[in-house]
C-alpha cells in the first residue's frame, strides 16, 4: 500500500512563509501514475481540497481559495510533491494533509491514500 509521509509543518507567524513536503512510497506503479494533493482541515471545520498535481503531465490544480498564495510542485526524482504557502495568514491554521490518489481501470475507478496529516499554525 502507499504510504505518504508529510513534513514541514509548523508554528509560523502571519505574513511568513512555509514549504510542506509529501513523499510518497510503497507504490507499485510509478510515482507518474499518481495524483499527489492537499488538503486541510481546520479545527471545528470540514476537510478541504487545497491544490493537486497530476504527476503524469504536471498540472497543477487549485482551489479558489488558495490561487495567489499556494504553489504545488514535484521533484518526480524523490517521489515528493511540495506546498508552498506564502503570506501565511491565521485562518491557514489546520492540520494539512496529503491526498493521492490512482486511477485503477478505464472507467475511472480509483484509489486514494492518504498521510497522517501535519499541523500548521499561524500566529497572529
Known amino acids: 500500500e502507499v504510504q505518504l509521509v508529510e513534513s514541514g509543518g509548523g508554528l509560523v507567524q502571519a505574513g511568513g512563509s512555509l514549504r510542506l513536503s509529501c513523499t510518497a512510497s510503497r507504490f507499485t506503479h510509478t510515482f507518474e501514475d499518481y495524483t499527489i494533493g492537499w488538503f486541510r482541515q481546520a479545527p471545528g471545520k470540514d476537510r478541504e481540497g487545497v491544490a493537486c498535481?497530476?504527476?503524469?503531465?504536471?498540472?497543477?490544480l487549485y482551489a479558489d481559495s488558495a490561487k495567489g498564495r499556494f504553489t504545488i510542485s514535484s521533484d518526480n526524482a524523490r517521489n515528493t510533491v511540495h506546498l508552498d504557502i506564502n503570506n501565511l495568514k491565521p485562518e491557514d491554521t489546520a492540520v494539512y494533509y496529503c491526498h493521492g490518489r490512482k486511477i485503477v481501470n478505464v472507467e475511472g475507478a480509483y484509489v486514494d491514500f492518504w498521510g497522517q496529516g501535519t499541523q500548521v499554525t499561524v500566529s497572529s
Open positions: 498535481f497530476v504527476v503524469s503531465d504536471g498540472r497543477e
